[in-house]
């Protein structure tokens, strides 16, 4: 009888012990070969016309990096939730976006980041709000996920479980870079001169993920720096689960972009999740639903995976940094209206 528990903790350890940091939750379904990842770099006034091809460029070749990393994970047979963070943590390092290096400034001048990680096929979620000395928040809010009893820590007491679980930990000024700091300049002179702070400002770009794996499982995950020049302790939707990032295999994964509180008011992600498991919508129409029924114009967009592999992108902005991808081979990346079919990065990386 020993000899045999002690097979059977082998045969599980040499399928489950290995990889990455954080072990993903076991799935009975046997694999398939389907699979869908979206991604997103943010929604907002993203100029077309004052968009040089060089600045165009280098948002899109970071996308089609993000994308390989996620697809590949999930064609190896890798879990959702390990495409969604690595996904995110690749874009939380590219400074181009607002999560992680190249955060937005608060008001105060320093940086406050947010994140988010759902696993669909338990509902488990992770969450971490203000965040000052966190490299990859969306790595906290997993352990937040995998080794607390609670849902989301915000934070002094997200930065002391940062230093319990080990994660890398950067200065404050480590997320600094001169473009956020022209527009936060340029958001304090506005609001000197007595413009309105509601203003779209200029693109944003949150990242998040979303996939649907080949055991059947979704997840999600969000990134942020929030809103240009915020207030003291403001949380946006991005670690607000029902809000900016939702995942239940039952229906959807989502995760959103634009104006947090828009997003928090009208619970974005869940009610796309509820219109498609009450209303029998698809992910497109209730992405649409969502964004163009809820949403104010230039609030923003989502991303979503429904439950068979489906892909909705829908913004009410100018533009969206996203791309998509599935086992069929779909390999796209887009800012503005039109998706452009892509090379898959793979090894040339
Ligand atoms: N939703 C984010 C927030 O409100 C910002 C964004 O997506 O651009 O914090």
């Not at 709000?129 to 937040?144: C, D, E, N, Q």
């Amino acid at each position: 009888m020993p000899l045999l528990l002690a097979s059977l903790v082998a045969i599980l350890c040499s399928s489950g012990c290995a990889g990455l940091q954080y072990s993903s939750t076991p799935n009975s379904n046997p694999p398939r070969r389907t699979f869908s990842i979206a991604i997103h770099g943010g929604a907002g006034v993203i100029d077309q016309a004052t968009t040089t091809p060089e600045e165009r460029d280098a948002f899109l070749d970071s996308l089609r990096t993000a994308l390989d990393l996620g697809r590949e994970e999930l064609a190896k047979g890798g879990t959702a939730l390990d495409a969604c963070e690595i996904v995110v943590r690749f874009l939380e390092d590219d400074p181009q976006f607002n999560a992680g290096k190249g955060a937005v400034f608060t008001e105060a001048g320093t940086h406050e980041l947010d994140a988010s990680i759902m696993d669909g096929s338990n509902l488990k979620a992770g969450a971490v709000a203000g965040v000052r000395t966190v490299r990859h928040p969306i790595a906290l809010a997993r352990a937040v996920m995998e080794k607390t009893r609670h849902i989301m820590l915000t934070g002094e007491g997200a930065e002391r479980f940062a230093s319990e679980v080990g994660v890398e930990r950067v200065e404050n000024s480590w997320f600094d870079t001169p473009k956020r700091l022209e527009s936060l300049q340029k958001e304090l002179e506005k609001r000197r001169s007595g413009a309105s702070v509601d203003a779209p400002s200029h693109y944003r770009g949150t990242v998040g993920a979303v996939a649907l794996d080949t055991h059947g499982n979704l997840a999600a995950a969000t990134s942020t720096g929030g809103m240009t020049a915020k207030k003291w302790g403001r949380v946006g939707d991005s670690p607000i689960i029902g809000a900016g990032t939702y995942a239940n295999n039952k229906t959807c994964a989502v995760s959103g972009t634009g104006t947090g509180e828009q997003f928090i008011r009208h619970t974005i992600a869940k009610s796309i999740a509820a219109n498609i498991e009450f209303r029998n919508m698809t992910a497109q129409q209730a992405a649409e639903a969502a964004v163009h029924g809820l949403l104010d114009p230039d609030d923003g967009g989502v991303i979503v995976v429904d439950r068979v592999g489906r892909i909705a992108m829908v913004f009410n902005t100018a533009g969206m940094f996203r791309a998509a991808a599935d086992h069929h081979g779909r390999f796209e990346v887009g800012i503005w209206n039109q998706l452009t079919q892509a090379q898959p990065v793979g090894s040339s990386r």
